[in-house]
């Protein structure tokens, strides 16, 4: 508040150092009028004519001249110095001083923020930050970079970076570096053999798939190095291969794993709707009875329809739904299912489009 008065106040001053002039009477103008000049040459002609200097005609021609300029400058300070003409000026004054700071106001309500609240220092700071150019942050790094160049943390940094504007062969470069200076690692590798794949455009070529091997020889456990040998054997036309690969990724994954809808969703782009029994349960289903075998089935349906409400995400897991519902002769169940699946993928258009894809594979219109 102190600082809105200390504001309005200077507003104030400013308006009025401005029009105060205007609100002011003539008395020093008329002091140094344009009569008084002209007055004071009819007077010097007056003693050039005495003292001889000049002619009678021509100190006549200039009494002429002089009085006519006399006459116009005294109608014009006449008109100018006139009450009216004052009082107007004054009221002009006044309106202007007290008018132009409400317009103001009125226009910064109208189209300023008046409830903005403050913007601390800090986050104008990051807000720079965030709208800097992503290409000029680049450039700095690798100018760093290049006066230091065993600066393994900084090539660690710059690679994922470079690889998400599209550079592919900069970033193998710098995971190259990273790992030369580093140390090696699984995902180092992986990372390394996904900039290889990228930078020929989502092929799995040999120097890529040799990343990958290294990753996983480190850790048989690399998510990102076994999904992409699952890539690279199914572009080999080894679809078996890879629908093993990815079908033992989810087998040994948790429930709540962050990957597991791209792996399921490369299973289905296979072809895979859904997976087959291991060879354990297909043999202890041998010995039961049609009725224990049903109540099995109907236990792992029912697991399976828990689980898809908390993770709406799963495409396979919806269409193994609906797929086990029309096996147990339950259509009603899997049209229900169906429902369902489209409104949990309907804001996502890849999984919907592959949602379909899989329903029209079952017979169902997707």
């Known amino acids: 508040m102190t600082l809105w008065f200390v504001l309005a106040l200077m507003t104030a001053a400013a308006v009025f150092t401005v029009l105060w002039p205007l609100g002011r009477g003539n008395a020093s103008a008329r002091e140094g009028s344009e009569t008084v000049v002209y007055k004071d040459q009819l007077a010097e002609v007056q003693r050039d004519v005495a003292a001889g200097m000049i002619g009678a005609n021509e100190a006549e021609a200039a009494r002429v001249e002089i009085s006519r ?131 020929s455009g989502g092929v799995v070529t040999a120097a890529a798939k040799a990343e990958f091997d290294r990753a996983i020889a480190l850790d048989p456990n690399e998510v990102k190095a076994r999904y992409f040998m699952g890539i690279a054997a199914q572009q080999d036309g080894r679809k078996d291969d890879a629908v093993n690969i990815w079908r033992g990724m989810l087998a040994s994954a948790p429930a709540d794993a962050p990957w597991r809808p791209l792996v399921q969703e490369a299973l289905v782009r296979a072809g895979v709707v859904a997976p087959k029994l291991s060879d354990e349960t297909i043999a202890a289903t041998k010995d039961m009875t049609e009725g224990d075998r ?56 890849a999984r919907l489009q592959l949602l379909n894809d899989g329903l029209k594979s079952l017979g169902l219109d997707g």
């Open 294 to 349: 049903n109540t099995m089935i109907r236990g792992m349906v029912d697991r399976l329809a828990t689980r898809l409400k908390d993770n709406g995400n799963d495409v396979e897991g919806w269409l193994r739904l609906v797929r086990a519902y029309m096996v147990l002769g339950e259509r009603d169940k899997a049209q229900a299912a169906l429902a369902d699946a489209r409104q949990a993928v309907g804001g996502d258009a």
């Open 69 to 199: 300029r006399l006459l116009a400058a005294s109608d014009a300070e006449a008109g100018a110095s006139s009450p009216s003409s004052l009082w107007f000026r004054r009221a002009v004054a006044l309106i202007a001083l007290a008018g132009l700071p409400l317009v103001a106001v009125g226009l910064y309500a109208t189209f300023g923020s008046p409830s903005l609240g403050d913007f601390p220092l800090a986050e104008r700071s990051r807000a720079a930050v965030a709208t800097a150019s992503m290409d000029k942050l680049v450039s700095q790094v690798e100018t760093h970079l290049e006066k230091n160049p065993t600066d393994g943390r900084g090539w660690e940094v710059l690679a994922p970076v470079l690889a998400r504007i599209g550079r592919y062969d900069d970033a193998a470069r710098a995971w190259r570096n990273a790992i030369t200076y580093n140390g090696e690692s699984a995902p180092r590798r992986a990372d390394l053999g996904e900039a290889i794949a990228a930078s």
